[in-house]
């Protein structure tokens, strides 16, 4: 069983940063892949990015591709998400989730434990 806590959220002005963390505890070496979702108010939950187990490989969503970096400490049990050139339509509740099974990464589908979520809010 794995748990996972997101944090680094909150208020920036467009065009800004923000660095999102997951911290992951229990049986950690049991997933092979994490990723990032997020969800605004009103719509379906959607792919961000992420991370196989290894690390050298990256997936992201095109609405994000260039301006944000997901990177893995396994020795910390630590997966984050740098955020730049911040935009508005970024405002969205993010999540931190991971998987143990093989498969596609950028899907909501197949990720076998979930955080609570950090909000961010994008002010133009």
């Known amino acids: 069983q794995v748990q996972l806590v997101e944090s680094g959220g909150g208020l920036v002005q467009a065009g800004g940063s923000l660095r999102l963390s997951c911290a992951a505890s229990?049986?950690?070496?049991?997933?092979?892949?994490m990723g990032w979702f997020r969800q605004a108010p009103g719509k379906e939950r959607e792919f961000v990015a992420a991370?196989?187990?290894?690390?050298?490989?990256?997936y992201y969503s095109d609405s994000v591709k260039g301006r944000f970096t997901i990177s893995r400490d396994n020795a910390g049990n630590t997966v984050n998400l740098q955020m730049n050139s911040l935009k508005p339509e970024d405002t969205a509740v993010y999540y931190c989730?991971?998987?143990?099974?093989?498969?596609?990464?950028?899907?909501?589908?197949?990720?076998?434990?979930w955080g609570q979520g950090t909000e961010v809010t994008v002010s133009s």
């Open positions: 989730a991971a998987r143990d099974t093989f498969g596609i990464l950028a899907t909501t589908s197949g990720y076998n434990y």
């Open positions: 229990g049986r950690t070496f049991s997933y092979y892949a």
């Open positions: 991370i196989n187990w290894s690390g050298r490989n990256t």
